[in-house]
């Protein structure tokens, strides 16, 4: 029987089958073993995945097999910072909310993921929050950071998620895709969340008072149906959006700006950093932001060291 997670929890899933039935699933201790990509989390919301059934009554099941994935979202896994965990699979966009402040969400934060997203082939785009406290000193900071990432070629929402108006926009350009909804804590993600399936009434926090973060609400990912086509994926939130599986030589290429020059640049290993000759050196200030420069040194000198 054909299904699709829709909810892990490490040790069970829920996985609807295509009649609309959800199960409640376990995988199989030799599928754990068998499956190739390596992560701390073998089986993840959105795969396509056979169940075999074990107690009707009850809706319980076990997963025989996963289907081949069409991508997937990793970020490091939270028990092994050496290993990745598979957010969610099989996408057709990655959502990343963000705020100017209260929180600020940084620009390494939003870069991180946009790597991560570039990296497995998913389309991403951005949506700021909170626009009723871009006003004043954020306003400009807002238009910048907003011009900056849709120069590169990202499209961008800009919204008041207690306003189900405000959304109205974006939740027309979800429909009919699996899209996958992250943050980091307290940038008003489940509230956007209960904007768009007003049913739902996921748990919202405050910003924690002792540190101006957000406490993290979402504990699991689980995916939601907005309709029959459409699909949206609640992740927990994070901190920072940890890159696994990339070495230094490939991270240019994950910056679309970059990615257009690097090919014109002296020497085929050219990490962009002191090289003579260098074509996105050559463009800082122009094609390439000082911004986005600084995170690609940081986010380069967080990466294992690889020979060439």
């Not at 961008?156 to 992250?182: C, E, M, W, Y």
């Not at 699909?231 to 994070?238: E, F, K, L, N, Y």
């Not at 640049?265 to 000082?290: R, T």
Request: charged share 20%.
């Amino acid at each position: 029987m054909k299904a699709r997670i829709y909810k892990s929890t490490g040790s069970h899933y829920q996985a609807m089958d295509e009649n609309g039935r959800m199960w409640v699933a376990r995988a199989r201790g030799k599928f754990k073993i068998d499956v190739e990509i390596k992560s701390s989390n073998p089986i993840a919301v959105g795969d396509w995945v056979t169940l075999m059934i074990e107690d009707d009554a009850a809706s319980m099941s076990t997963i025989t097999a996963i289907a081949p994935r069409r991508n997937y979202m990793v970020r490091v896994s939270p028990q092994n910072r050496h290993h990745k965990h598979i957010v969610a699979s099989n996408l057709d966009e990655a959502l990343v909310v963000a705020t100017i402040h209260s929180p600020r969400t940084s620009n390494g934060f939003l870069d991180r993921f946009l790597i991560t997203a570039e990296a497995y082939h998913i389309p991403a785009i951005i949506v700021f929050n909170k626009a009723d406290l871009i006003q004043g000193e954020y306003e400009a900071e807002w238009e910048y950071r907003k011009s900056l990432y849709e120069n590169i070629g990202y499209k961008t929402f800009t919204i008041q998620a207690t306003d189900p108006a405000s959304v109205a926009q974006l939740s027309r350009h979800l429909q009919g895709k699996t899209t996958l909804i992250s943050g980091h804590s307290g940038v008003g993600k489940s509230t956007l969340i209960n904007a768009l399936l007003p049913d739902l009434g996921l748990k919202v926090q405050s910003l924690s008072d002792w540190s101006g973060k957000g406490q993290h609400t979402t504990t699991f990912a689980q995916m939601y149906d907005m309709d029959q086509s459409s699909q949206i994926i609640d992740t927990p939130g994070v901190k920072e959006f940890g890159i696994v599986a990339i070495d230094q030589y490939e991270l240019a290429q994950y910056f679309p700006e970059m990615r257009a020059l690097m090919h014109d640049c002296k020497f085929n290993n050219c990490l962009h950093i002191n090289e003579p000759q260098c074509a996105v050196k050559e463009s800082l200030g122009e094609a390439v932001s000082f911004e986005r420069y600084d995170s690609y040194l940081n986010i380069l000198d967080s990466l294992p060291k690889t020979n060439y």
